[in-house]
Structure formats: structure tokens, C-alpha cells
């Protein structure tokens, strides 16, 4: 079958991409960096998660559903971003160091650190209000919060999984509870805590009654393994490498069957295929499921939106790595709030972008500074603002100040 003219344009500018020469030991390198530093987090996260990189100073090729294909010429981009100051946009700097983790609880935002401990800030007056360690957490942990509580993964004397229940009064472990092993990914959402369950090419997930923190039901074996569990009003969901975004039934004890469908959309591992989405991180936000992957070797990112209610595809956005064209393989850095994606470019300048929900278009950009390393991997929308975590300090961005 002839390729349609959308497929001829999207393959045309995957070839293009592709054409570029790589530095493969370094771009190896940043790859197993960014993977550790995505493990850690999984969420891939960025609860997330995590965010698309886009430079949007730097002409790059753009392919999007029923566009053109705009060449990287090397030219000046014909309308210009806007650029806000750092001054601007960034209203408060905390100093904490080596965040792991974050997430909004009330007026409050939570963050762990990679010492394990758990910060709280009040979203209010950005003031530290509470630091505590916190004994027995898994290293992969992630805060999730909901059910009148916060959630860590733990592990028990032996190594044997535990989901912690926190009290967000005092920050003390209020409750153990004991899970199968190859637990530990927690999501909260249809209130209910879930967890996610890993064996060998199985999954499997965990509903919890955030009241008692006891396994309520439970799914049967499912083809696995999954990654990205998330959960909230737009339902509980996580994705595979076999089956791709998989919703899970509330009754906790299988899944609805629900068909991704809609227009074809890049999937990036190969410039040749066009097909279901891929992804390896999943987003709620805006009524939505966002479905994201990263760069591979010089192909584009690509984020898609999929209606939580019948699966059908309403946005998909391809855009091709232009941030740090010295590396090729990392990951993709994004959450959804306030009416827009917010995308994170950890390589180079720590960039943070807002891009249009419904075009995918850039709409302004920031560059709050800050010393990154690895940990400007992480990109969050809570309690009203947007925060990124660097190595030294939380920066808070106000998207107020940020055209969109």
C-alpha cells in the first residue's frame, strides 16, 4: 500500500535527522546516565516525570500531525520565542539539595532526597516546614500522595518490598504494609493507592485501601513487564513494551480492554515505522493520557494525548532533539499543568519550556540557571506552579509569568 502524504512527511524528516553524525561512546554515555537518574525517579515520572526538549532558539526540524516538515536550515527562527529572565520567571529558590522525588499534598509540596529525607514546604510562603529522615525506603522510591497520607516504596529487614504510609502532620511511618516481591512502583488515584507488581514477563497490580493500607484486590497475571503507573481521575493506567498504554479496571482485578485507536503518530525507535504509540513515561493532566518517549540516536521525541474514556489519539506532536545536538540519547522530561506541557532540556542550558497543549508549539522559555548534573532530569506542575529540582536547590517557576 502507497504511503499516505502524512507518512511520506514524517519519514522525510526522520531520514533527514538521522543523517547527522553522532558521537556514540559519549551519547552512550549520557544514555546510561539518564536511565540510571529515570530508574531512580520512575517516573518517568515525573510523577514524573520528566520533559520533551525542544530548543526553541535553535531552527529545528518540526514534524507534527497534518503539518509540513520544516528543513534545519540553519536560519533564524521567523518568530522568535519570547525569552523570559530567570529573575522573571523563577519566584523562589529552596535550598534543597539532591531531590529525588516531588509531589503537592493541600498547600503543601513534598520532596525526597537522595539521603532520604523528606522535606515539606509550604506552598504558600515557599518556607521549609518540616525536614525528617525516613528509615527502610527503597532506593527507587517516589512521593506519592493522596488518601490522607503520603506513600514511599520500603523495603523490610531482609530486602522484602513495603509500601510506607507517611503522616503528612508529622512525617512519621504510620503504617507497613508487605508486598509480593517485585513490588514498589505506587500510584494514587480513584481513591486508591496502586502498586505495581514485576516478574519475569508478567505484571500484575496491587489495589490498597488507603485506610486500612491493606491489599484490597488485585489483578491476575498480565504480559508484562509494565513501567509508569500512574493514577487520578483519568483512571489507572501503565504501559509495556507488548502492549503499550494499558488501562486498569477499578475494581482493581483487570483490565478494561480499552483499544488505543485514532490517527497513526511517529513512534521513534524506528524512522521507518509508523504505528500505535510507544512511550516510556505516562502523564495525567487536562483530562488526558499523555504517552511520552524520548530521543533515540538522533530520531524525535514524540508526545501523543490519548482520551482516558474511549483510548482514541486527539493530539500527537513530534519534535526532534535540538537542545544538545552533541548527545543522542536521553530521555523525555515532561509534566502537564496549567494549561500547558511543560518540557524540560536538561543538556546544555537547563532550559524549561511552555509548549501549547494544542498545537505543540513552543509558547515562551526560561533558563533558571542552577547547577544540574544529573538531576535537572525532573520537571513538576503542583500546587499552582511549576517545579524543577536541580542539584542544589527547587526551583519554583511561576507560570504566571510565562507567556501561554
Known sequence: MNDTRFEQELRAGLRAESERLINVDRAWNRFLRGRQATRR???????????VVIAVLVPAAVVRLGG???SRSGQPAARPVPTMPAGDAVVARLPVAGVISLASYGSDVW???DTHELVRIDARTNVVTLRVPVAGLANETTVVTGGGALWLDGLGASGESRLLRIDPATGAISARTNLPAGCGQAAYGLGHVWVLCNGTDTVRVLRIDPATALVDAQTG??????YSLVAGSEGVWY????TGPAKVDPSGTHLTGLKITGPKYLNVHSRDYIGPPGGSQLVLGDRAVWTLDGNVSGRPESIAAINPATGRITRAFTYTEAAD??????????TVGQGSIWMLAPLGRNEVVRVSMTTGKPLSVVYPGGSCSQYCMQIYAAAGAVWEPTSQQILRIDPARMPG
Open 41 to 51: 525517579r520512575r517516573q518517568l515520572a515525573a510523577v514524573a516525570v520528566a520533559a
Open 239 to 242: 504501559i509495556s513494551d507488548d
Open 68 to 70: 509540513a516538515v520544516a
Open 111 to 113: 520532596a525526597l532526597t
Open 325 to 334: 545536538v552533541t548527545y543522542d540519547f536521553w530521555g523525555l522530561y515532561a
Open 221 to 226: 497475571v498480565l504480559p508484562g513487564p509494565a
